[in-house]
């Protein structure tokens, strides 16, 4: 076998992964990549020793459920050139620009094999934050314009390259990294399994039920713990519920760039229903100190319950009018129909994940194609449109907050108490590698973490969805007008500190 | 228009008439209290198990600069000594004011003597800011979008975000302060006019959080730049951030 097929929060022994030469390995990647149900969902290297590294493929089958685990023995002395899969699959040049900028790896033939972060412990020490190649174009008729990596606004930086012709945008680079706090390092150098559940939740704090709860599966793999089904219920709601409380706040930013301000200030009032549930609910408005690996410290009990369910009665009914209120105003339409179309063949080509691909007709979703929790037993039919534009990304928000909704409340009803649960320090496979998913409210996120003969985690990988969905940006404001900028970034409100890491 | 006058009567009205006393629920994670009981056994349960290092014993003590409110060491604490109330109340200007003592009763403050003069008469009717992610996760700007929502609404104070630091009086930082944006912030800061007012918002600011060990932070430039408002909370709630600046405008005790 060149794979060994693991389920989504499977672990295995690493000695289990097939090691494949390089020709191998570039062969099988590509050929599981034809089937249009296969998707990679990491592929990484991390250093075994001194003088190697493992890379490490794993690729999802939407259809079967399986993951396909795969790796290379790369060697650090002789540095061999290897052929870039990129070449062939577009969706793979992050992965491989992310293997050059840590380790040096050269990939003959990589389109674009740009910086990605500029990590701390980086390859070339000379690439610094502020010397980012920008592509350009020498011509008298075109002009560049720079924005950030400090923008207007309340938000993250990043630097955005634009080359126009006029009003009309040719092409878009971006450069991010600004936020590179070193995070998968201290993964491993912070000890105990409480201080990285403290990490997971500050990955990226808008999808702090989503990092959470997937280092927590991760952690119970490899510990061999089996979650009661009340805690497990309780997760599945906290993913939902943060879903759809951050489409609801998106909505109203996306109201906001094209200056309705009625939407803009009721979609926000509203977001404050659903926050300010889960701050009765664990003590903070974003969903931290709720999820903890191996336990479940804020269970829920019968006033919580009721809390829950009048929260989102309250929430739905003013939600509803002033959704259908919104996507009938003809001033909102204008501006969001047709505006950043990313076509199907685009969103494929790139390895378009989570909402932007659903956008684009494009079913995948971690809740039906690898069902976790209680997914299964919801029978979670993902929702697809088909124009892929800024309408469609808005109005897959709305069709989803009614989603998460429905399920909330027919988990709440199946939802037995239990006593709280506190956490404890969870003694880990020894040689193990260990794969989870789950799908945030963006998409995707994956978590990889091998671990040492004592135990100890040896490397931890995070993939958040934007580092695939940056891309979309880049390409669905090419030929549009500058000035649709803001509500195309916002429409797909990607993570900076997610992609940086 | 019925459909949007029902709209308008069913969102009702919203916002919080005095920021400066609302009571959250019970169960937010505000300011500390550490009773003075003895603790057992040598026990350091909530030293040992502190995310942050925020905690030390003998006596027991807290440093609300570096807490992020995970709770913890309340629940694994034998004697039940801490409890986090609900008071959100807790900005300073002086590091030493956010440490909360065991057996200690009083109120967070800002330290009056280190409140330059110029702040509340040039700031107390009107204060604009810049905000500077320097390697946050968002949650913060969250919470500092939220300060002018329709709920907390700091606009009504003349307290706003805006987009040039050439229109600012003065930057906000959240995050530990990263290599990669340093220069940036830098840029951003020697841009505003003088006098200005920085203010380090969140614990990942204040003290470097749980990434203070991080390869990734610099944080030589607060040698330079020495914070007029120090804003604890992962985090903080919009409450805190918008009574911190108050305070420090002179517009509260
Ligand atoms: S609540 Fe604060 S002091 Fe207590 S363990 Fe958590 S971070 Fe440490
Ligand atoms: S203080 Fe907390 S919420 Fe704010 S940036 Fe740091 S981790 Fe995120």
Redesign the interface.
């Given at each position: 076998m060149n794979h060994v097929i693991l389920k989504n929060s499977q672990s295995t022994a690493i000695s289990n992964i097939p090691l494949l030469d390089y020709s191998l390995f570039y062969e099988h990647v590509l050929n599981l990549l034809k089937d249009n149900a296969c998707h990679c969902v990491n592929y990484y290297a991390y250093k075994e020793n001194g003088e190697q590294l493992r890379m490490i493929c794993c690729i999802c089958n939407d259809n079967t459920s399986g993951i396909y685990v795969f790796s290379h023995i790369y060697n650090l002395t002789s540095k061999p050139a290897l052929e870039s899969l990129t070449a062939v699959n577009t969706g793979m040049h992050v992965y491989e620009r992310e293997i050059t900028e840590n380790f040096g790896v050269e990939f003959i033939n990589h389109p674009w094999n740009k910086p990605v972060?500029?990590?701390?412990?980086g390859a070339d020490k000379l690439k610094?934050?502020?010397n980012y190649p920008f592509y350009s174009i020498k011509s008298h008729e075109l002009h560049e314009v720079g924005v950030g990596?400090?923008?207007?606004?309340?938000?993250?930086?990043g630097h955005f390259r634009f080359i126009c012709n006029g009003e009309k945008v040719l092409h878009l680079e971006i450069h991010l990294?600004?936020?590179?706090?070193?995070v998968e390092?201290?993964f491993i150098?912070?000890k105990?399994t409480?201080?990285k559940?403290?990490?997971a939740e500050?990955?990226?704090?808008?999808s702090?039920a989503a990092n959470a709860t997937i280092y927590a599966m991760l952690m119970e793999s490899l510990g061999n713990i089996i979650i009661s089904r009340p805690t497990s219920i309780s997760r599945t709601i906290a993913i939902e519920l943060e879903r759809a409380a951050i489409h609801t706040?998106d909505l109203s930013a996306l109201c906001t760039d094209v200056a309705y301000q009625?939407g803009s200030?009721?979609f926000?009032?509203l977001r404050?229903t659903l926050i300010n549930t889960f701050?009765?609910?664990?003590?903070?408005?974003?969903a931290?100190?709720l999820i903890r690996a191996g336990a479940n410290?804020y269970p829920l009990n019968n006033e919580l319950k009721k809390l829950i369910l009048n929260n989102l009665e309250s929430f739905e009914?003013?939600f509803n009018?002033?959704a259908?209120?919104m996507f009938n105003n003809p001033g909102v339409l204008a501006r969001f129909e047709g505006t950043g179309i990313l076509t199907k063949e685009q969103a494929q080509l790139i390895n378009a994940v989570g909402m932007v691909a659903r956008t684009c007709d494009i079913p995948r979703d971690i809740r039906s194609s690898h069902p976790y929790y209680n997914f299964n037993e919801i029978s979670h039919k993902a929702i697809c449109l088909d124009s892929g534009d800024v309408q469609a990304r808005a109005m897959l928000r709305r069709l989803e907050v009614t989603q998460s909704l429905e399920y909330i409340r027919t988990l709440l009803a199946t939802c037995d108490e239990e006593a709280a649960t506190?956490?404890k320090e969870i003694k880990l496979m020894p040689d193990a590698f260990a794969i989870a998913l789950t799908e945030g409210w963006r998409g995707e996120h994956c978590h990889c973490a091998v671990t040492d003969n004592k135990g100890n985690l040896k490397h931890y990988k995070i993939k958040d969805p934007s580092l695939h969905n940056w891309m979309a940006l880049a390409l669905v404001v090419r030929k549009n007008d500058i000035s649709d900028f803001p509500v195309c970034n916002k429409s797909f409100d990607l993570?900076?500190?997610g992609y940086?890491l | 228009m019925f459909d949007l006058i029902k709209i308008w009567k069913h969102q009702g009205r919203q916002y919080i008439p005095d920021v400066l006393s609302v009571t959250l629920p019970s169960i937010h994670a505000g300011k500390p209290q550490i009773e003075a009981k003895s603790c057992k056994n040598n026990c350091k349960a909530c030293k040992d198990i502190c995310p942050s290092k925020a905690i030390d014993i003998n006596p027991v003590n807290l440093d609300l600069g570096k807490c992020v409110f995970c709770g913890e060491c309340e629940t694994l604490c034998p004697e039940k000594k801490i409890a986090f109330t609900p008071d959100y109340k807790i900005c300073s200007n002086d590091q030493s004011l956010l440490m909360i003592y065991e057996g200690e009763q009083r109120e967070i403050k800002l330290n009056p003597d280190k409140i330059r003069n110029e702040i509340k008469r040039l700031f107390g009717h009107s204060l604009k800011l810049r905000l500077v992610s320097a390697g946050s996760c968002n949650g913060c700007e969250l919470e500092l979008n939220a300060c002018g929502n329709v709920n907390f609404d700091m606009g009504r104070y003349g307290i706003e975000f805006l987009a040039s630091p050439r229109h600012c009086d003065g930057v906000v930082v959240t995050g530990p302060i990263v290599e990669n944006s340093v220069e940036a912030l830098r840029i951003t800061i020697e841009a505003v006019p003088h006098p200005k007012i920085f203010i380090l918002n969140g614990v990942c600011a204040v003290s470097g959080g749980i990434f203070a060990e991080s390869n990734a932070v610099n944080r030589s430039i607060l040698d330079i730049y020495k914070p007029d408002l120090l804003v604890p909370g992962c985090p903080p709630h919009p409450l805190t951030f918008i009574s911190g600046v108050l305070a420090l405008t002179g517009r509260s005790a």
């Open positions: 972060r500029f990590p701390t412990n610094t934050a502020d990596p400090i923008h207007a606004g309340i938000i993250e930086p990294g600004y936020q590179h706090r070193a390092e201290l150098n912070k105990s409480f201080e559940t403290i990490l500050s990955i990226a704090g808008d702090v706040g009625l200030s009721v926000q009032g404050t701050l009765k609910w664990s003590g903070n408005r974003f931290r100190r410290p009914t003013r009018e002033m259908d209120y506190y956490t993570s900076y500190c940086d | -």
